[in-house]
């Protein structure tokens, strides 16, 4: 039975209704669970995964019939009324999208003067042209004889031959960028110009290059580099060159991963295969075929209304996926042993990172530990992932054991190792700050420094809060650097997840771990924060628009995902308020039959402001994880 909490708030959630919720979407979750223990759900982006990889076979003369035609269904049904694609869900038309989008539906065989073709073409042509796309859908055309790759920035080399204390050097760029930038300076120097038996003169719109910025800015200085560079790349010191490529190439090769990927993630795989390729490396090689192979597993076929359609994942994420699945689990009251729980944390213990990575260049004495994203990624793992799989393992009966007490001290140790110089914690690398390569001419897509953020320092701290580690200097010097990073409106940024309602939901937690007590100034005003920002329906929503447009930060249609951040930030702060009761109200309400929530949009973050994320299992962990701590709270 439920009671009026004032005639604004609305009733309060029935208990046993909250109970059932959280019954079914645990059912829901042990459904999804493999045999192995892991959970992944889909990783879902956009229609640029799908053009380039028609490009990438077609480059390598591999691509065949049934991949064009399923690949084709699949862009031309992301396709809006307007004729443009965007980079999420519900988002602004995208120049770049539409562009790669066009010329693979070309290479599937559409007409040019077809109306969908036709309404493309007229968008892009509206915004300057395939002139004004970004320089990674340029060279995508500069490969293929369509745009000239003197009108590209160059990409030395020689770069790889920078010790890592000269800026530039390639360990100053985030390590997803350091992949892509490393085999794309084996392919630029190449220059290949393969034709297609397609053009994109109706594309083009004719106007001239931008004006160059001031030479005593740091752009202007570096576009009149590359002017140098373009000229030195016409008679390099060929000594020079050659022990660059092969330092390349070898590079390339060293960072492979066991399932044939670099990084587990979708650019540096596609380049490293081409700058292979161009480096005279035959499909039958072993890495590149492995590298072919890998890309298999990365595709999913399904029924579509025309028939099957074929998309491609830019990544994975099973280790993160599990682990918060676990907490959510254990949130709604599931026993640490439980033999779903067991499966799992035995699964996440096997995936731990026990060798050197990148990361050592600038953290040598550490020792290595901690966990990845991905199933294969052992030279990358990541602060934010290391975080959530040891808040999850010590909660469970593995984590009590000899190998699971060992990997979490040594988890522990290694993201602690890894926090910087400020306090704060980046996802993948310490220290990853210097914003030098912002300014290069071919950096206008995708962040390409891994700088500290909110989110993974929240999640960072959170961790050593539950080891009880909240008195040491790491911990201390994260929770500062946590306070100072508070937005002026109460928010906190977020990183990898959209935007302010993730950052602000993972931080309030994280402070009331280490003792922070709730009434603390940063704690009410980001709950005030929270609470201002909540939608008249209950829930709460952010458009990724907000990563560039001020008027978006905490507004958009209400999520699972995002009604579930805002409600644990609420929840940390032992805030029962009628926001609180609504937030749960829409949860209740929204709840599908099968026990998950259906969330179309994308919450999740690659690149702020460029490229985004649908973690199809955030529809369902968070939730979870939300009603779960609510009926603890409500216990109470």
């Known amino acids: 039975m439920t009671t009026q909490l ?58 065949t019939d049934r991949e ?47 109306p969908h073709m036709q309404r493309a073409a007229r968008f892009v042509l509206d915004q300057g042209g395939v002139e004004r796309s970004r320089v990674f859908t340029r060279i995508w055309l500069a490969l293929f004889g369509l745009f000239s790759w003197d009108e590209l920035p160059n990409l030395p080399p020689e770069l790889i031959l920078l010790p890592s204390w000269v800026p530039l050097n390639v360990y100053d760029w985030a390590c ?45 200085a570096f576009q009149r580099l590359d002017t140098l560079l373009h000229a030195y790349a016409r008679r390099p010191i060929q000594r020079l060159r050659r022990a660059a490529t092969r330092r390349a190439v070898q590079w390339i090769l060293d960072r492979q991963e066991s399932d044939g990927s670099w990084g587990g993630i979708q650019p540096p795989w596609v380049y490293s295969l081409l700058a292979l390729h161009l480096s005279g490396y035959p499909l039958d090689h072993p890495a590149v075929r492995k590298g072919l192979d890998g ?31 676990l907490i959510a689990l254990l949130d709604a009251g599931v026993d640490p042993d439980d033999e779903a729980v067991s499966r799992a944390a035995r699964w996440v213990l096997g995936e731990e990172i026990r060798v050197r990575g990148d990361w050592a260049v600038r953290r040598p004495r550490l020792a290595p530990g ?115 990073a508070q937005e002026p409106d109460g928010s906190w940024f977020g990183r990898w997840g ?60 209400s999520t699972a995902s995002q009604t579930a951040w805002a409600l644990l930030g609420l929840l940390a702060a032992d805030e029962r308020s009628p926001a ?17 929530w259906d969330e179309p949009q994308f919450t999740g973050t690659g690149f702020p402001g460029d490229f985004y994320i649908n973690y199809h299992l955030y529809r369902v962990v968070f939730p979870l994880s939300a009603l779960g701590r609510y009926l603890r709270s409500a216990a109470r």
């Not at 459904?31 to 889909?42: A, F, I, L, P, T």
């Not at 201002?532 to 329906?537: E, I, L, R, V, Y």
């Open 295 to 325: 890309l298999e597993g990365f595709v999913i076929r399904e029924p579509g209304p025309d028939g099957v359609v074929r998309r491609l994942e830019a990544c994975q994420s099973p280790v993160w996926d599990t682990a918060l699945a």
């Open 176 to 220: 997803w960028a350091r992949q892509t930038i490393v085999p794309l300076t084996i392919v630029a120097t190449a220059r290949p110009a393969r034709p297609l038996p397609i053009g994109i003169d109706e594309l083009r719109s004719g106007v001239p290059a931008p004006a160059r910025q001031p030479w005593l800015t740091l752009s202007g």
């Open 6 to 63: 004032n005639a604004d708030a609305g009733p309060l959630p029935a208990i046993d209704g909250v109970r059932a919720a959280v019954a079914a979407a645990v059912r829901h979750l042990r459904d999804r669970q493999s045999e192995e223990g892991w959970w992944k759900g889909e990783l879902q982006t956009n229609v640029t995964m799908d053009a380039e990889d028609l490009l990438l076979r077609e480059f390598l003369g591999i691509r």
């Open 68 to 114: 064009t035609e399923e690949a084709a269904r699949w862009i031309r049904s992301q396709q809006r009324a307007d004729g443009t694609w965007a980079t999420f869900e519900g988002g602004p038309p995208d120049l770049s999208t539409t562009v790669e989008a066009w010329v693979a539906l070309r290479l599937a065989g559409d007409a040019p003067d077809a």
């Open 498 to 557: 959209a935007n302010h309602v993730y950052g602000t939901g993972a931080v309030i937690p994280a402070l009331v771990a280490t003792g922070i007590p709730p009434a603390h100034p940063a704690i009410r005003r980001g709950v005030g924060w929270l609470e201002q920002h909540q939608n008249p329906d209950g829930g709460w929503g952010e458009d990724l628009r907000s990563y560039r447009e001020q008027e978006w930060i905490g507004r958009g249609t």
């Open 580 to 596: 609180l009761h609504a937030g749960v109200r829409w949860l209740l309400s929204t709840q599908q039959p099968d026990g998950g």
């Open 370 to 484: 901690g966990w990845a994203f991905e199933f294969a990624n052992d030279i990358y793992p990541d602060t934010d992932d290391t975080a959530e799989v040891v808040l999850a393992l010590r909660r469970t009966a593995v984590g009590t054991t000899r190998d699971g007490t060992d990997a979490i001290r040594r988890g522990i140790n290694w993201t602690a190792g890894m926090q910087s110089k400020d306090g704060g914690w980046g996802a993948f690398d310490a220290d990853n700050t210097r914003t030098l390569a912002l300014h290069l001419p071919f950096c206008d897509f995708g962040a390409v420094i891994d700088p500290p953020s909110a989110d993974v320092t929240a999640h960072i701290v959170e961790m050593l809060a539950a080891a009880r580690l909240s008195g040491t200097d790491a911990c201390r010097r994260g929770v500062e650097w946590l306070l100072k």
